[in-house]
């Protein structure tokens, strides 16, 4: 498998219900979907907070509220909306209050599963690997230019500019 076929992969990171009514919390549900996309170190949130008693539905998506509604819907309940390029479909079934997030068609409980630090690893591990086939020269820095936030400065520039330091005082 080469690396563009699964680089746009959606994986599951985790899935939190929690009941939140202030009174009765069974009441109100808070659902949230954790996933990240191959290729890509940033994790992407989706939250519904549903109350099951008056239908109000808040659906936010990397924090910003993408979806608010105070009626209350009979039978299945569903917001497509865009994360990236990928199309996401929020699914509440009226009848169990079952939730699901699908991306792509795919539901979330099926997606490949993976914690943060794996995501990241395997993104770091693509852009080498991009660079390395696309002829992209990896920069060199030594730790004391890296600590001083001079990272990217070859040592070949480094030499070079101090040199004609040098030079510039003799």
């Not at 009941?19 to 069974?26: D, F, K, L």
């Not at 699914?91 to 794996?118: A, C, H, M, N, V």
Request: charged share 30%.
């Amino acid at each position: 498998q080469d690396a563009m076929s699964w680089q746009h992969t959606a994986r599951a990171l985790a899935l939190e219900i929690t009941e939140v009514g202030r009174t009765i919390r069974a009441s109100k549900k808070r659902v949230k979907f954790s996933f990240v996309f191959d290729g890509d170190e940033g994790e992407h949130i989706v939250i519904l907070t549903h109350s099951v008693i008056s239908g109000k539905k808040v659906i936010s998506l990397d924090g910003v509220v993408v979806y608010k509604s105070e009626e209350k819907v009979l039978g299945e309940f569903s917001f497509p909306f865009q994360c990236e390029k990928h199309l996401c479909n929020l699914i509440i079934d009226g009848q169990e209050y079952e939730y699901d997030l699908q991306i792509d068609s795919k539901p979330f409980r099926r997606l490949p599963r993976t914690s943060i630090l794996d995501a990241r690893a395997r993104a770091r591990a693509a852009k080498e690997e991009h660079a390395m086939r696309s002829g992209s020269p990896v920069e060199e820095t030594t730790y004391s230019d890296f600590v001083k936030g001079k990272a990217g400065a070859s040592p070949a520039k480094r030499r070079g500019s101090k040199a004609g330091a040098k030079k510039g005082r003799g």
